[in-house]
Structure formats: structure tokens, C-alpha cells
């Protein structure tokens, strides 16, 4: 949303909502602004989730893994995650060879790996907006009541 359409939301001044904009840029509490693109402007077919599950948990081989992964144009997301997986790709590729390719010349084929799963994503809806837990549950349901 436009600036001005932000400081109407929130009633502010455009001026001041852009100085209190800028200023949470300079603190790092936002990190930048995106666009939404179609996935199929750039060729994309199809999302899959490739789970990994690590031969061995060494911290070099670990590193080593997400180095690899992260130079991969096609992993839109990693996750290092807890359970019977240790990894968790996000992956767009242009059609299921490509994915097969990817999963099966250059995921699988790296040292670290025991296992890996794929499934295919056949919806994405993303939040961009998350949840606010600053305060404490107690003070929210505390307002909540009055």
C-alpha cells in the first residue's frame, strides 16, 4: 500500500508516516518491501517441498549442506527444523524433469544426505502479515475483557 494510503489506515500524517516508516528501516524492525510476482513470469511450473534427513549431524556437513542448497536458484526457502527431518526445501522448478533433476543431481547427490522426500505444493497461500505477540497473553486477554 502506498504511503499515503498507510497513513490514512493508521491516521497519521503522510509526513509523519513516513518518518516513522524510515525510522523502522533504520532500527531493523523492517527489512525491505517486495512485490508480488506470478511464479509462471519466470517459467515456474510447479513447487515441491523437499524434506532431508542428514547422514550424519556434524556441524561441517551441516554448513556444507546449506551452502549448497542456498547457491541452488531453485530453493526459495530453507528450513532447519526438529523431527524426522532435518531439513525442509522450498523449491520452484519449471516442470517435474526439472524437479527430478534437482532432487536427483543436485540434492541427493551431496554427502551430508541419508534421505530425502518430495512433495508437490499444489496451493502456496502466503500471510504477509505476522501475528503480534509483543505484548504478554495476559495483558491481551486482559484488554479483550474491557
Not at 2 to 15: D, F, I, T
Not at 115 to 127: D, M, Y
Amino acid at each position: 500500500m502506498s504511503n499515503k494510503e498507510l497513513a490514512a489506515e493508521v491516521g497519521l500524517a503522510p509526513s509523519s508516516c513516513h518518518a516513522r516508516v524510515q525510522r523502522l528501516l533504520a532500527d531493523g524492525w523492517l527489512r525491505g518491501f517486495h512485490a508480488e510476482v506470478r511464479p509462471e513470469a519466470f517459467g515456474i511450473g510447479m513447487r515441491a517441498i523437499v524434506f532431508v534427513r542428514m547422514a550424519r549431524h556434524a556441524a561441517t556437513l551441516l554448513e556444507a549442506f546449506r551452502g549448497h542448497v542456498l547457491r541452488l536458484p531453485e530453493v526459495l526457502d530453507l528450513y532447519y527444523v526438529a523431527g524426522s527431518h532435518d531439513f525442509l526445501l522450498h523449491v520452484a522448478v519449471r516442470d517435474v524433469d526439472h524437479l527430478r533433476r534437482l532432487v536427483a543431481e543436485r540434492i541427493s547427490t551431496h554427502e551430508a544426505i541419508g534421505h530425502v522426500e518430495t512433495s508437490l505444493v499444489f496451493e502456496h497461500q502466503h500471510r504477509s502479515q505476522w501475528p503480534d505477540f509483543s505484548e504478554p497473553e495476559s495483558s491481551r486477554s486482559e484488554s479483550r475483557r474491557k
